[in-house]
């Protein structure tokens, strides 16, 4: 006869009801979602939906720059360059005056000065920029009224004394802009002027 050994009765773990493996799960859901929704806030990202233009961002020198453009406006700072008018229209004054008016318009702008003799006189003013100042004298001919001839500086510099100092701009002021008001752009307040677009 072959006896049966009595199975061991094998100690069972206390299960866990539903309801507190519900309430667990729901205790760590709401944790996660609270973390991820912390997550987001913190990072200050602004979502856009498909279809709706991005928010237009402000530089801190206050222009301002479009994610869906591939330009950006930027004030345009007009003290941080320097312009020498030189009179070429043979009218007496008539450089100081033009120094006078874009010095009140915020330019920096030095003494005025005469053209080298045997310069010829001119009937239309001239805007000239060495290398890296084209920005600056485009500003400085649209202060003028935009009818200016443009373009970079002549060598040698046309100056009476042949020095151009610090200046990168060169008003060679005509008869036209003699003693007559500024036409183009205002200057604006802490040497801003209007905005330019930079692509």
Not at 11 to 17: G, I, R
Not at 100 to 125: D, S, W
Not at 133 to 147: H, R, T
Not at 150 to 160: D, Q, R, S, T
Request: hydrophobic share 40%.
């Amino acid at each position: 006869m072959s006896q049966q050994r009595p199975r061991g009765s094998r100690p069972s773990l206390p299960s866990a009801s539903n309801g507190t493996l519900g309430a667990a799960v729901a205790v760590v859901a709401l944790l996660l979602g609270f973390l991820i929704l912390r997550d987001v806030r913190a990072d200050g990202g602004t979502s856009v939906t498909p279809g709706t233009n991005a928010p237009v961002a402000t530089t801190p020198d206050g222009g301002t720059i479009d994610p869906n453009s591939s330009s950006t406006t930027a004030p345009f700072n007009i003290m941080g360059f320097k312009i020498q008018v030189a009179n070429a229209s043979g009218i007496a004054g008539s450089a100081g005056d033009m120094t006078g008016r874009l010095q009140a318009r915020g330019y920096v702008v030095p003494e005025a000065k005469n053209v080298a003799p045997g310069t010829a006189k001119r009937l239309k003013t001239g805007v000239y920029y060495t290398v890296g100042c084209e920005a600056n004298a485009q500003n400085v001919a649209a202060v003028l009224g935009g009818n200016v001839d443009l373009g970079p500086m002549p060598n040698p510099v046309p100056l009476e004394d042949g020095n151009l100092g610090e200046a990168c701009v060169l008003i060679l002021l005509g008869t036209d802009l003699s003693n007559k008001p500024l036409a183009g752009a205002e200057g604006g307040p802490n040497g801003i002027a209007a905005t330019t677009t930079i692509p």
